[in-house]
């Protein structure tokens, strides 16, 4: 019988020694830089002017960080809600836990009022929060990152205009072992970040592509969330909101996507989230990416029209008008979509 107790000897060690492993995990931090704490970014009208438009028009942060009637065409923020957080659908979603979108509001006890200008630079572009987490789900390590000194600086001065909402929002608690591997994300920014390139407009496009996170939706991924290879900005990821499932759109110039759109079109359609007679799904941020400028859409659409075309044909969930009203819809294009029976079509 001494095989059986060899067999436990090696059984016991693997077991001491995952435990151990696993205790070093949960202990191990992020790479990270150190804060500067009396770092403060000044708060100029042109510093806050520019964060307005980087928050709420080129990287939508306010549709993430706030909650939303999903009822509606646009889904419009809750009254008195705007930054202060949303419990994301995690369960629906398949996350891997519970996963928390924080207030963003000055607030100095829920929100970031309390948190110094370098911490909050640093969670938006390095991934780490200012306690030291690495954070889930933040784009900082791929796309954020990539954001200038000052755009990242604009952001945070704009934040800190915000009307501060008192909403305490639950930490983030990721299941092992992908918490684990969250931590050999972050990478310190050591540099400073120059402006991106915006000497073409396809160069403009894709800055805007990346930081306002069109992969992080319409690219496919595997079980592991990680991008399908050849499939970029083809759609078919699938999202559920309200117990309803949506999937994204494939947004490349093949005839499964949007070879039968134009310039024309593509800003009708961001504007007011309408394509003839069919809405766009409210997981869309058509309302903060209608925002942009004429020339940010048209920039916007040459980088879309420069990507390789991918065949993918993706299964939409529809989007009943009568049970998603419009609102805010500019008054030429209203009547594109039916208005619900028994009722009379009125310009808004």
């Known amino acids: 019988m001494k095989w059986l107790k060899r067999i436990g000897i090696v059984v016991v060690a693997v077991l001491v020694l995952a435990g151990g492993a696993g205790a070093v995990m949960e202990l191990r931090s992020p790479k990270a830089r150190a804060i500067d704490a009396a770092k403060k970014f000044e708060a100029t009208p042109e510093r806050i002017a520019r964060g307005k438009y980087i928050v709420e028009a080129q990287t939508h942060c306010l549709f993430c960080h706030s909650d939303h009637d999903w009822s509606m065409h646009g889904a419009p923020h809750l009254p008195g809600m705007t930054g202060a957080g949303w419990d994301l659908p995690y369960a629906d979603n398949k996350m891997p836990g519970r996963v928390f979108a924080p207030n963003i509001t000055p607030d100095p006890e829920t929100g970031i009022g309390a948190i110094p200008d370098d911490a909050i630079a640093r969670a938006i572009r390095e991934g780490v929060g200012h306690d030291g987490r690495a954070l889930f789900m933040m784009p900082s390590m791929d796309h954020f990152r990539n954001l200038s000194d000052e755009e990242v600086a604009s952001i945070v001065v704009f934040l800190r205009t915000l009307p501060p909402v008192k909403k305490q929002r639950e930490l983030t608690q990721i299941q092992i072992p992908v918490r684990w591997f969250m931590k050999f994300g972050p990478k310190p920014l050591t540099e400073p970040v120059p402006e991106a390139d915006a000497s073409t407009p396809v160069a403009r496009g894709k800055h805007l592509a990346e930081i306002g996170l069109c992969a992080e939706c319409h690219t496919p991924v595997n079980e592991r969330h990680e991008p399908l290879p050849g499939m970029y900005l083809s759609g078919g990821q699938e999202f559920v909101i309200g117990g309803v499932r949506y999937r994204s759109a494939n947004i490349t110039p093949h005839a499964s996507g949007l070879a039968h759109y134009d310039e024309a079109l593509f800003i009708k359609t961001m504007r007011t989230g309408n394509i003839g007679g069919r809405r766009l799904s ?56 039916p208005p619900p029976e028994g009722t009379k079509a009125t310009a808004p």
């Open 282 to 337: 409210p997981i869309m941020p058509f309302a903060e990416i209608g925002k942009l400028t004429d020339a940010d859409l048209k920039a916007l659409w040459a980088y879309l029209k420069s990507v390789p075309p991918v065949a993918h044909d993706v299964e939409r969930a529809a989007v009943d008008v009568k049970d998603n009203p419009a609102i805010n819809e500019h008054p030429e294009v209203a009547a594109a979509v």
